[in-house]
């Protein structure tokens, strides 16, 4: 069975432009969860979504949006880009939102802002 | 408010010697606690995990972790060290609160293993 998967790999855009990024979760995972991971540092929490509903959000301004579709793909939205938005972007899914669930990685889309 | 220190940013060991990464960690519930394990260029992939079952977790490549409530911690070890587990480690912390499943990190460990 396929993994969790991303994309793009790899991504560079300008300060002010807008992001998109997008994450197919494990064929059955109706969560999907996005995190930021600076470099160097631990992976941070962005959204969770379950059946398309946010069920959480980290401490990120508005600028950060996501959406969930009918087969629990997901896209994660970032707007007026900084140069501090520059992260890897790891996607995650898991069979249901309860924490005791394990969270399945994808490789990630590294994002780079100039 | 959940929180995650992990001790150490740097621990190189020499191969077949014992590993022990450390982490400690703050919650207001009982929590759940992870580990992760980070290769170059890949994504986060779970060694084990602490879901208020048996406080000695087996996890995978030989890794192991204690949860101890008295002292907050949840270290990782493993007895003999090998070249491949050379990555990046993670600790994590979530709450079991139906309905948000977040995770929160430590800012990582990175493994060196000597020959």
């Known amino acids: 069975d396929a993994g969790v998967t991303q994309s793009p790999t790899h991504l560079i855009k300008t300060r002010g432009q807008h992001v998109t990024l997008r994450c197919s979760p494990i064929?059955?995972?109706?969560?999907v969860s996005w995190y930021q991971q600076v470099l160097g540092q631990g992976p941070q929490f962005i959204f969770q979504?379950?059946?398309?509903?946010?069920?959480g959000r980290g401490n990120f301004p508005d600028r950060f949006s996501a959406r969930q579709f009918p087969n629990y793909s997901s896209e994660l939205n970032v707007n007026a880009l900084l140069l501090g938005d520059s992260a890897l972007y790891l996607c995650?899914?898991?069979?249901?939102?309860?924490?005791?669930?394990?969270?399945?990685f994808g490789p990630g889309t590294r994002l780079t802002v100039t | 408010a959940q929180s995650v220190t992990q001790l150490g940013s740097h621990v190189s060991v020499s191969e077949g010697a014992l590993v022990l990464l450390r982490c400690n960690y703050s919650?207001?519930?009982?929590?759940?606690l992870f580990w992760y394990v980070q290769y170059p260029n890949q994504g986060l992939q779970l060694l084990l995990k602490?879901?208020?079952?048996?406080?000695l977790v087996k996890g995978i490549n030989g890794f192991e972790a204690e949860f101890k409530k008295s002292e907050t911690s949840f270290h990782l070890t493993k007895p003999s060290a090998h070249m491949s587990d050379a990555a990046e480690y993670f600790c994590?912390?979530?709450?079991?609160?139906?309905?948000?499943?977040?995770?929160?990190f430590g800012t990582g460990t990175r493994l060196t293993i000597i020959p």
């Open positions: 995650a899914s898991s069979l249901e939102d309860r924490a005791s669930y394990e969270q399945y």
């Open positions: 064929s059955g995972h109706k969560s």
């Open positions: 979504y379950y059946e398309k509903e946010e069920r």
């Open positions: 919650s207001s519930v009982p929590p759940y």
């Open positions: 602490y879901t208020s079952a048996a406080t």
């Open positions: 994590a912390v979530s709450q079991p609160n139906f309905g948000n499943e977040k995770l929160t």
